[in-house]
Nanobody, 127 residues
């Protein structure tokens, strides 16, 4: 299955930026799409962003478009989420995950399409 470890979370004021990283080990993830999800207190986990295995396509939830950017470095088995113009509504635990389908050509937004998950990193945005 491998292991995913997220880092880069923290406390930031509204309007600030954070860069999350997800380092994968134990298996090769370079031929699988990667995604970021988040879960706020009392809410269900929701899709944030995903990137295809090649990095050729990305997808975002509407509320983070133009503020967040997902990228990957397959040579380092790492995926990133650059978060700018953060808002208090972005406060959540952020999880990275691996798509279960080998070389999926499009973006999966349903968490059921992902089968490996990290432990999460807390992002708190103060107003």
């Amino acid at each position: 299955q491998g292991q995913l470890v997220e880092s880069g979370g923290g406390l930031v004021q509204a309007g600030g930026s954070l860069r999350l990283s997800c380092a994968a080990s134990g298996r090769t993830f370079s031929t699988y799409a990667m995604g970021w999800f988040r879960q706020a207190p009392g809410k269900e986990r929701e899709f944030v962003a995903a990137i295809t295995w090649s990095g050729g396509a990305t997808g975002y939830r509407n509320s983070v478009k133009d503020r967040f950017a997902i990228s990957r470095d397959n040579s380092k088995n790492t995926v990133f989420l650059q978060m700018n113009s953060l808002k208090p509504d972005d406060t959540a635990v952020y999880y990275c995950a691996v798509d279960r389908r080998w070389r999926r050509p499009d973006i999966a937004t349903n968490e059921g399409e992902y089968d490996s998950w990290g432990q999460g990193t807390q992002v708190t945005v103060s107003s």
